[in-house]
């Protein structure tokens, strides 16, 4: 192994080095730092207001920090474009589902692999054979998202007429099909129910086990977290409060004091 593969293999895959966001005069994150490895479950845990979606959205571009930078495989995200971030690995799903709510299950995991492809216009068109072989590896590899997520049976099916927790596999789903190296769960259990959840633990388990996918998850369900993190960074009023294994953040008495408040206040 040679030493610039060396160096990678120790290096971080992402690594958010002193980030700071203040909009106006207030300040949303304050000098946040840590570091993610291949292969892990990060959950990123805080009251609300903590700063935990503005970090998220410095993530996938969608807020510019005031200071800091974020890396990933040792290379800077912050001068790429919001539309071009899923190219270099990294895929996202929302609090609130962002779906084509009048397209398919098919249409809108294909929309997934749009930055894995490299089609233009014209060769679309002309219908030439690279664009063809293409197009088939790609519907194959959609076909075999849907699979694994059990979305088969609804694949022609239109995203608005199907349950709350399927629709949030879709959003996953699509997710998946642009293959990224690292995946942002913003509150996947949000408005599921018990069973539902554990479900989706094991799920996000399966997707780091089976497809190799990094996993930056922010969520206040506190049992999916403690459950299938491997580490766990807890925010408070914009500020890095705590950092560790989930049973170390747990016990930690400034994350008691956040969530429970102190016996003086």
Known sequence: MTQAQLK??????????D?????????????VSFDMQQGQILGLIGPNGAGKTTLFNCLSRLYQPSKGDILLDGESILTRPPHRIAEIGIGRTFQNVALFPNLTVLDNVRVGTHSRTNSDIISDSLRLPWVRNGEAALNKRVDEILGYLDLRDVAHTTVAGLPFGTQKRVELARALAAQPK???LDEPAGGLNHEEVYVLGDLIRRIRDDRGV????VEHHMG??????????ALNFGRKLAEGTPAQVQADPDVIKAYLGSKDS
């Not at 990678?8 to 080095?17: C, F, I, K």
């Not at 980030?19 to 000098?31: D, E, H, K, Q, Y």
């Not at 990094?214 to 998850?217: I, R």
């Open 214 to 217: 990094t996993v930056l998850l």
């Open 224 to 233: 999916l977290v403690m459950s299938i993190a491997d580490h766990v960074v």
């Open 8 to 17: 990678r293999e120790q290096s971080p895959l992402l690594a958010v080095h």
């Open 19 to 31: 980030v700071s966001v203040v909009f106006g005069g207030i300040i949303a994150l304050n000098g």
């Open 182 to 184: 690292i995946l942002l």
